[in-house]
């Protein structure tokens, strides 16, 4: 791959026109709210008008940056091994969602508070109408995984490489977390690092981008399918049986994610570049 030298003012311009595209998203999300429109429906719709407001305002970079931004997607660095493994960790780290979850409740980690009435655990999988689900599939399975991938994984980590892995990993994490709400940092900042270390590894953007479209195509499943309540009586807690259950699940998850990720480690070290 042709190395290639980001600049600061590049760098500025990217993340400038990235914040600029999500304030607009977010100005017009909200009309929409207020117009009677449904608020997850409201926020796909928002969503795209970021790529059109990225295109213009990053015009002017096209010229010096399509030959980078084609490397990051060449189709000699994608293969169907790399491209199931990415998969399968997209699938690991959506269930190590789940099972921290169920742990949190079963051991009073995560609570909906004393007052609140004691329910399930009760799920029903319904899902939304076929358009509503299919706008949500191309918002936050296709749409939000390249721009983001794009914007902190080939400018952010990129601009920062020199420093070394984990420092470019992690800042470039931590940026990546800032652009989401606080409420889910936490999570943003772990998969962050996990689709830069990707990144790194591969040096290329199709492992972070098939893990990170992964993830969010099942988060939409969530989403738009699935209902559940679980608020067991503080009495109750800790429920050590469906704690250690997904805690034990948690550990497994974990050590299938190392060795998924030495298999990819150890293919990139003898792929020819």
């Known amino acids: 791959m042709t190395v290639h030298r980001i600049s600061r003012t590049t760098l500025v311009a990217v993340l400038v026109a990235t914040t600029t595209a999500l304030i607009f998203r977010s100005w017009l ?7 009677g429109l449904d608020s997850t429906l409201a926020a796909d719709l928002s969503y795209l008008v970021a790529p ?4 213009i305002l990053l015009f002017p970079l096209w010229s010096t940056e399509k030959q980078f931004l084609a490397d990051q997607f060449r189709c000699t660095d994608l293969s169907w091994r790399l491209a199931l493994q990415a998969l399968a960790i997209g699938v690991l780290l959506r269930l190590a969602w789940w099972s921290q979850l169920v742990a949190g409740v079963a051991f009073g980690v995560y609570s909906a508070g004393e ?3 004691t329910v399930g655990p009760s799920f029903s999988f319904q899902c939304a109408e076929p358009a509503v689900v299919l706008l949500g599939f191309v918002v936050m399975a296709v749409l939000v995984p390249v721009i983001e991938e794009v914007a902190h994984r080939a400018y952010v980590q990129s601009y920062l490489a020199h420093r070394g892995a984990v420092f470019a990993v992690t800042i470039s994490a931590l940026i990546f977390t800032i652009f989401h709400r606080p409420d889910s940092w936490m999570l943003v900042f ?8 990707l990144y790194w590894l591969t040096k290329s953007l199709w492992a972070s981008l098939i893990v990170h479209a992964t993830y969010n195509g099942l988060i939409q499943i969530d ?3 699935l209902t559940g309540r679980w608020n067991p009586s503080s009495d109750d807690i800790p429920l050590m049986f469906p704690g250690i259950v997904a805690t034990a699940a948690m550990v497994m998850i974990l050590t299938a994610l190392a060795a998924l990720f030495l298999k990819i480690a150890t293919g990139a070290q003898s792929a020819p570049r």
């Open 29 to 35: 999300q909200v009309s929409l709210v207020q117009r």
């Open 52 to 55: 059109p407001v990225l295109a």
């Open 115 to 117: 007052t609140a009435t």
């Open 190 to 197: 772990f998969a962050g690092l996990i689709f830069g270390a």
């Open 223 to 225: 989403w738009r399918c």
